[in-house]
């Protein structure tokens, strides 16, 4: 499985690198805080994958990592190559973010 580390991904949203970003959190996770992109939740994704690009690098993010690392797994299993599992999720980046402040 592929990873991208939050300043990675934060380089990729400043340099305007073409990518697909995919939030696998519930809705009320979602609304505390979010960095944006497709919001579909870890148990839609399954039936919503006709949504998610094969084509273009696509990061999935949850809150820790694990629960996006757990659908990435799974399309992967499906033939999905393309896909980013951004390590230790916005826990992470939150901290991240704490650490340039």
Known sequence: MKKIAPRELKEWLAEKKHFVLIDVRETWERELFNIGGLHIPLGDVMHRRNEIPVDIATVIYCEKGIRSSIIIQRLE?????????????????????????
Do not use: C, R, V
């Open 77 to 101: 299993g499906i033939g999905f190559n393309n896909l980013y599992n951004l390590s230790g999720g916005m826990s992470e980046w939150k901290k991240t973010e704490a650490a340039t402040l």
